[in-house]
């Protein structure tokens, strides 16, 4: 357990804080390309790390994203006319260009040279995947974008979605790197069960092993199988601070296809953007060819990203489902499952009443890493996890022989293959 002052390092993210601190070092999703579709749009609000600000495509196409309130009166940029180059608030005529700098300022005689003298706060943008990122750190430390995969491969081979998570971004990413909980929370009952739901269900106490790298930690979770010489390993990678790359539902091992990653970005300390990115480069995500199951475009929620199974509705559950055993919960999707298990923690969850076992093994390694990494930033140390040659890393689900130690087995498996379209 920790804590609760190492749990309130760990939570809060806002400005100044030492985890805000850190996560300002890396780059962060913030919208879907699609949220801003041509020039001069309407621009639109965004929030992270606990900060208003607003978004919109310049006549040229350019992203910029500043600070939400206008530096005069601090009326918001939200109600702005997005026109010729820049956004003019509506309430006194001030205008910003893309870098956040006042370019016109009618309200002041024509002679002033005031305008000169403001600008906005604002941060870089870049659109790679579908998705626009932004820095939020020092600019003379900015880092290169994260080289995912899926950012070189066309949009048919690649699902970018995102919900809203009504509870602190550390719980999401507690569940995601927790390989225990598919045995049970996300069971289901088939009449023709796959290999691997015979082996997670039967087998729900793996073993694990975690293994801290330069990027963050990879964590394997050996099980048993039918056959005793056998072994099956799910490999999920977690990636500095907030990725978890997530092994395909198989046992079949394969070099380059269905993966997948999520992406736990604190909005403030209550409530989180939860990305799910899934991406083939083998086979288009939608079409007679398509074989991966894992896109989630097709799962309801509002236009705030709230999925419409949610807290106010006890996430949809049917006890008649729960009770005939077809899901372990009665809930709609494994999404909604895990959004459920991760808020009824609280906002915030108190962890220095829980108790940890063996399966949590993961959970306390990766605490320690981001908080050792907060520590380390407030002495000048760089952060782990920046280096894009280190994060170009992917998941692996595999069967193994008992006697095969973890990395000797999954090596070969660890590095996807370039991409050939």
């Given at each position: ?7 309130k390092?760990?939570t809060?993210?806002g ?9 300002r070092?890396?780059w962060i999703?913030?919208?879907?390309s ?15 790390l606990s900060?208003?600000l607003v ?6 196409g ?5 600070d ?20 003019r ?13 006042c ?5 002041e ?16 943008c870049?659109?790679?995947g579908?998705?626009?990122?932004t820095?939020?750190?020092p600019p ?9 995969q899926f ?12 919900f809203l998570?009504?509870?602190n ?7 995601a ?7 049970f ?10 290999k691997?739901?015979?082996v ?13 790298t330069d990027?963050?930690?990879l964590?394997?979770?050996r ?12 490999v ?9 790359m ?9 070099k ?13 300390d ?10 083939d ?21 509002d236009a ?6 949610n807290?106010?509705?006890?996430y949809?559950?049917d ?10 919960t009665?809930?709609p999707?494994i999404?909604?499952?895990d ?6 923690q ?5 962890r220095?009443?829980e108790r940890?076992?063996?399966?949590d093994?993961a959970?306390i390694?990766?605490r320690?890493?981001?908080?050792d ?17 280190k994060i ?6 595999i ?14 498996y660890?590095v ?6």
């Open positions: 357990m920790l804590s609760v002052e190492e749990n390092v760990l809060r993210t400005p100044g804080t030492p985890m805000g601190n850190l996560m070092r890396y999703p913030a919208l879907e699609s949220d801003l579709p041509k020039p001069d749009c309407p621009p639109v609000r965004v929030r992270l900060e208003n978004a919109f495509r310049d006549s040229n350019t992203v910029a994203l500043f939400e309130h206008c530096p005069h009166r601090r009326a918001s940029l939200f109600f702005g006319r997005n026109e010729e180059c820049g956004l608030c509506v309430y006194h005529g001030w205008k910003f260009d893309a870098s956040g700098q370019v016109d300022m009618p309200s005689p024509a002679e002033s040279n005031f305008k000169d003298n403001v600008k906005i706060k604002s941060y870089p870049q659109e790679y579908g998705i626009i990122w820095y939020m750190g003379e430390h900015k880092p290169e974008l994260p080289p995912f950012g070189l491969l066309p949009e048919s081979h690649r699902s970018v979605s995102r998570n009504e509870a971004y550390f719980q999401g990413i507690e569940s790197i927790d390989s225990s909980h598919i045995s929370l996300h069971r289901r009952k088939n009449d023709t069960p796959s691997m739901q015979r997670t269900h039967k087998f729900g106490n793996p073993r694990f092993e975690v293994i801290k990027y963050g930690m964590i394997g979770a099980r048993q199988t039918e056959d005793p010489n056998t072994v099956y390993w799910r999920t990678q977690y990636i500095m601070p907030w990725y978890q997530i092994p395909p539902i198989t046992l079949e091992v394969s380059a296809n269905d993966v997948s990653l999520n992406c736990w970005i604190p909005v403030d209550e409530t989180t953007m939860n990305w799910k990115i899934v991406w480069p083998l086979y288009p995500l939608q079409g007679p060819n398509a074989r991966n199951s894992r896109d989630n475009n097709s799962i309801p929620k705030n990203h709230l999925q419409l199974a807290k106010r509705n006890d949809m559950i006890r008649e489902l729960q009770a005939s055993g077809k899901t372990f009665g809930m999707n999404p909604v499952e959004q459920a298990m991760t808020e009824s609280g906002a915030i969850a108190n220095s009443k940890l076992g063996t399966s093994t959970i390694v990766a320690r890493i981001l908080l990494a907060a520590k380390k930033l407030e002495k000048g140390e760089t952060p782990p996890g920046l280096d894009p040659d170009n890393v992917q998941p692996v689900s069967l193994l022989s008992a006697d095969v130690p973890l990395m000797e087995g999954v090596q070969e660890l996807p293959e370039a991409v050939k379209l």
